[in-house]
């Protein structure tokens, strides 16, 4: 299930929305893992990031995303980043739901104001405008995002697993934020066994070992969050 919200980013109309995990739930300096979907003819209006940066993953529809007021055609697979200094939204243009998935972290500028002991001035970002990443996962499943973004997110992947087929994820420094697409899996984690069946999210903690199983032909998605420094 997930909240209907109206009029999100200032646009008309409702969008669905479901947070998986926030900063609560994370090691790494991420303020949350969502989702959201837009019916036919929304819109999710443009905004400027100032603090965070954040990517959007088309998941099922198509439509457009708007970067610095352009549109640029997205659909499933699309993979879109957006550093501090930059709008962004988002226009369903199909004839069914446009949903996404949302990860957003915190800049190295925001990270060291939060820590600040005294009141911290404005959180200033790194110089922009810069011109829009936009990648098909679908043709080009890994992207190292570390040339755009400067937080914690460091790689967008994207996995097709046939029946029987495993992936192990995890990393010592980094936690591992999951999403199913498609099909269905059993994950492991240590000391806990999981059906997961599209769509769902995972999360694999910082030092341990994922292991996901298809079930039948799956595809997922995973991001790279470093919890350490850089």
């Not at 060291?112 to 936009?134: D, I």
């Not at 890994?142 to 997110?153: Q, R």
Request: proline residues 9%.
């Amino acid at each position: 299930m997930h909240a209907v919200i109206h009029g999100v980013h200032g646009s008309p109309g409702r969008t669905g929305w479901k947070a998986f995990y926030t900063r609560r739930h994370l090691q790494s300096p991420t303020e949350a893992v969502e989702w959201a979907t837009l019916p036919p003819d929304a819109v999710s209006g443009e905004h400027r990031h100032t603090r965070t940066e954040e990517i959007y993953l088309v998941l099922d529809g198509e439509g457009e995303f708007f970067f610095n007021g352009r549109p640029h055609a997205v659909r499933r697979g699309s993979l879109a980043l957006t550093p501090p200094g930059n709008t962004h939204g988002l226009r369903n243009t199909g004839d069914h739901d446009l949903s996404w998935w949302v990860v957003e972290t915190l800049a190295p500028a925001t990270q060291a104001a939060l820590a600040a002991p005294a009141p911290p001035g404005p959180v200033t970002p790194r110089s922009r405008p810069v011109p829009v990443h936009l990648t098909d996962l679908t043709v080009t499943p890994h992207v190292d995002t570390t040339t755009v973004f400067d937080g914690p997110l460091v790689a967008v992947d994207r996995h097709v697993l046939l029946a029987g087929e495993e992936l192990v994820t995890g990393a010592d420094s980094s936690e591992i934020a999951g999403f199913v697409n498609a099909g269905s899996a059993v994950l492991d984690l240590p000391g806990a066994t999981s059906s997961v069946t599209a769509p769902a999210a995972f999360l694999v903690p910082a030092g341990t070992r994922g292991r996901l199983t298809a079930a039948e032909e799956c595809e997922l998605f995973t991001v790279e969050l470093r919890v350490g420094p850089a």
